[in-house]
């Protein structure tokens, strides 16, 4: 059976911008937001406090986030440490999302940290968070194959799923990074990650298209009854630390398909694609977004 409703957790002005080389300029960032809420999501992701040397693209948040902290949206953003916490804070965000790693290359080359080091970093970061009345968001990449690693065996994606969940982090969501999942993979995971006494009901999936198998592998994720899809308007994104990660999960395509098999999501797909279109131009390509292309084209 298939949910009646999901939740899109809508990426792109993060994982989707994270990765442009040319600085998107601090208004077009917050116009992007506003009409993203606009268009009927109800989670915006809006930025992150990490280190700017790291993702010079993100380096404004502090000058994005008053832009857009009065829409009437959940907009998580990243936080990799108490540094980042303490910035958040400072300017009112209700909601964090810390980000682990299934695999060590991974932890190494995002985090600069060992996979338990990393774990170390974000326990006191969510504790506090937790105790300041935040919601967290638990990501974890590389659930699937990794760059350097190759397949991710199931047991290694468990153990750092479960904690991020005793860590206190109410939602778990599981990044194909790489975008090398198969549906069968998907629910190998998910029973597993049941199995070992984390519900569904606290799972989000996370997935690129590299291989075209995100709208396969989310059909797969909501029979198994996951009720939370992470994706970025306009199929935006990449990974500024794992090369080969094409864009996610396309908000657009997902839109489609949900809106064809009659459940809700509370998105108007007009107003959405419209959204990406102008994002395009901002950006200076066309979205590759399959849904986008054929809207436009209409
Ligand atoms: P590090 O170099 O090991 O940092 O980086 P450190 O802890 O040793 O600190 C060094 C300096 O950085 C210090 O300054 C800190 O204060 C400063 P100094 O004392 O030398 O002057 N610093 C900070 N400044 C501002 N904000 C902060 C912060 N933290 C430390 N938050 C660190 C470690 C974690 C900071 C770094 O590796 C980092 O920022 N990484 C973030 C990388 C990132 O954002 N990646 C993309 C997001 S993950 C993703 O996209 C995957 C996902 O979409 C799911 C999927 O598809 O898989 C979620
Ligand atoms: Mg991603």
């Not at 599981?174 to 549906?183: K, R, W, Y």
């Amino acid at each position: 059976s298939l949910p009646a409703r999901v939740r899109i957790h809508e990426v792109g002005a993060r994982d989707g911008l994270q990765n442009e080389k040319t600085a998107v300029p601090t208004a077009v960032k917050a116009e992007f937001v506003r009409r993203l809420a606009a268009a009927g999501l109800d989670t915006v992701e809006a930025t992150s406090f990490v280190h700017p040397k790291w993702v010079p693209q993100l380096a404004d948040a502090e000058e994005l986030f008053p832009l857009v902290r009065d829409l009437p949206v959940r907009l998580p953003v990243l936080v990799p440490n108490e540094r980042g916490l303490d910035r958040a804070l400072a300017l009112g965000a209700r909601e964090i999302a810390v980000f682990a790693s299934a695999t060590e290359s991974f932890a190494k080359a995002n985090l600069n940290r060992t996979v338990d080091e990393a774990l170390a970093l974000f326990a006191p970061t969510v504790t506090r968070a937790i105790e300041a009345g935040l919601k967290v968001r638990g990501y974890l990449s590389m659930c699937f194959g990794d760059p350097w690693e190759g397949a991710v065996p199931i047991e290694q994606v468990v153990r750092v799923t479960k904690a991020l969940a005793e860590m206190g982090c109410d939602e778990l969501s599981l990044g194909d990074t790489i975008g090398v999942a198969t549906p069968g993979h998907v629910q190998a995971l998910l029973t597993a990650l049941n199995e070992a006494g984390v519900p569904t009901s606290r799972i989000a999936v996370h997935f690129h298209d590299t291989y075209g198998q995100a709208l396969s592998n989310t059909l797969a994720a909501l029979r198994h009854g996951v009720t939370t899809v992470d994706a970025s308007a306009g199929g935006l994104g990449g990974c500024p630390y794992a090369k080969s990660a094409t864009g996610n999960l396309a908000t657009e395509d997902l839109v489609w398909m949900l809106d064809g098999l009659g459940i809700e999501t509370g998105v108007d797909l007009a107003a959405l694609t419209a959204t990406s279109g102008w994002m395009a131009e901002q950006l200076g390509r066309p979205s590759p977004s399959r849904t986008v292309r054929a809207l436009s084209h209409k």
